[in-house]
């Protein structure tokens, strides 16, 4: 399957939307897109470098399961910033 470079908040040739994420070695992409029956529903992809080229991990996130995923991801986000160190005020 052949990708297109995107830009950041881009219109995807066969979605709605797309958001790119780059961080450590991967490249994650949230994409709105629309099924043929009208449907939306939202692909998050992470792409990433491997010795035999690239290596791709998809999920997909239905409409009804959007509220669970944003609550989950927010638990999730609160907790790992809980457990990291804080970081101290630079000093002038």
Do not use: C, N, W
């Not at 830009?7 to 709105?32: H, I, N, S, W």
């Amino acid at each position: 399957m052949s990708e297109t470079k995107r830009q950041p908040g881009e219109v995807a040739r066969q979605g709605l939307f797309t958001e790119q994420v780059k961080a450590r070695g991967r490249t994650y992409f949230f994409d709105v897109r629309e099924a043929k029956s009208g449907g939306r529903y939202l692909v998050i992809s992470e792409s990433r470098r491997t010795e035999a080229g690239h290596e791709r991990s998809r999920v997909v996130v239905f409409p009804d399961q959007v509220g669970e995923f944003e609550e989950a991801l927010r638990k999730a986000a609160q907790a790992l910033r809980a457990g990291q160190p804080q970081r101290a005020a630079k000093s002038a």
